[in-house]
């Protein structure tokens, strides 16, 4: 279930550069919205992320759906 603004914590959301293995903050903010649920992560607490997609994740299974859903999209599309 995807998280509705009143759960958001105050501030903007981050807008964020993934590299390996930091990030860069290219616009300053509390937090960023997970890729596959809609979570909010705190940026304090990010963990996981993608740099080919330039995604955010929740928590390893969020970040090994993406890639499930990634292949699964090459895979039709071939």
Not at 28 to 46: F, Q, R
């Given at each position: 279930?995807?998280d509705t603004v009143?759960?958001?914590?105050?501030?903007?959301?981050?807008?964020?550069?993934?590299?390996?293995?930091?990030?860069?903050?290219?616009?300053?903010?509390?937090?960023?919205?997970?890729?596959?649920?809609?979570?909010?992560?705190?940026?304090?607490?990010?963990?996981?992320?993608?740099?080919?997609?330039?995604?955010?994740?929740?928590?390893?299974?969020?970040?090994?759906?993406?890639?499930?859903?990634?292949?699964?999209?090459?895979?039709?599309?071939?």
């Amino acid at each position: 279930m995807k998280d509705t603004v009143s759960n958001r914590p105050p501030g903007p959301e981050a807008v964020l550069k993934y590299g390996t293995p930091e990030f860069e903050v290219i616009t300053p903010g509390a937090y960023v919205t997970c890729a596959i649920t809609g979570s909010v992560i705190l940026v304090e607490h990010l963990k996981y992320w993608s740099v080919e997609f330039q995604e955010a994740y929740v928590d390893a299974a969020a970040a090994n759906q993406r890639l499930i859903d990634a292949r699964g999209q090459a895979a039709e599309d071939s």
